[in-house]
């Protein structure tokens, strides 16, 4: 099986910052790597696929990076309705979940 | 635009079978996709249950595979899931999603969800 861990678990940021969160795949899975975001509630929305495209219709500031076995989600400018919890999803063999990272307010 | 709706009971006794269905709305589940479907525990993380095909072909999380069954039915386009002797660690919120790309890709639209407890 393939293990996805995130760091950090929680994340504490002002509206206005930069905000990093990585994921690391426990063995390789080239580029086959998406991130969502979800609110209180509320299902997944998918904000990047294939590690760095960004979906249609997702703002700008969210931009992904990576290869192999480390990824990043970069939040350029946290705006107010970014407050929530970020997973990483691997599609490489079956698929896997990061356990998620909330952002939350400083 | 597509649309999924998840169905079925709130609350299954366990060691009983949990039967879920997924209503796809415009959009024929006989054109293509793979359908999975992924569960949640409440305050807990998502959990990738399994993907079918409308030509029968599944892949299930190797945990569960063993309780598991997906399928397609084209007649009503609809995807079902059944899993059987459920217990206590099976009670989450359960999404349905449309696979992207090919039997494991990324997964758009989701689903609302719908919460099943299991409880005597």
């Known amino acids: 099986d393939i293990q996805m861990t995130q760091s950090p678990s929680t994340l504490s940021a002002s509206v206005g910052d930069r905000v990093t969160i990585t994921c690391r795949a426990s063995q390789s899975i080239s580029t086959w790597l998406a991130w969502y975001q979800q609110k209180p509630g509320k299902a997944p929305k998918l904000l990047i696929y294939k590690a760095s495209s960004l979906e249609i219709g997702v703002p700008s500031r969210f931009s992904g990076g990576g290869s192999g076995t480390e990824f990043t989600l970069t939040i350029s400018g946290l705006q107010p309705d970014d407050f929530a919890t970020y997973y990483c999803?691997?599609?490489?063999?079956?698929?896997?979940f990061g356990q998620g990272t909330k952002v939350e307010i400083k | 635009q597509m649309q999924l709706q998840e169905s079925g009971p709130g609350l299954v006794k366990p060691s009983e079978t949990l039967s879920l269905t997924c209503t796809v709305s415009?959009?024929?589940?006989?054109?293509?996709?793979?359908w999975g479907w992924i569960r949640q525990p409440p305050g807990k993380g998502l959990e990738w249950l399994g993907s079918a095909y409308h030509s029968g072909t599944t892949y299930y999380n190797p945990s569960l595979k063993r309780r598991l069954t997906i399928s397609v039915d084209t007649s009503k386009n609809q995807v079902s899931l059944i899993l059987n002797s459920v217990t206590a660690a099976d009670t989450a919120v359960y999404y349905c999603?449309?696979?992207?790309?090919?039997?494991?890709?990324?997964?758009?639209?989701w689903g609302q969800g719908t919460l099943v407890t299991v409880s005597s």
């Open positions: 415009n959009y024929s589940t006989s054109r293509g996709y793979y």
């Open positions: 999803q691997q599609y490489n063999t079956y698929s896997t």
């Open positions: 999603a449309r696979v992207y790309s090919t039997s494991f890709g990324w997964l758009d639209p």
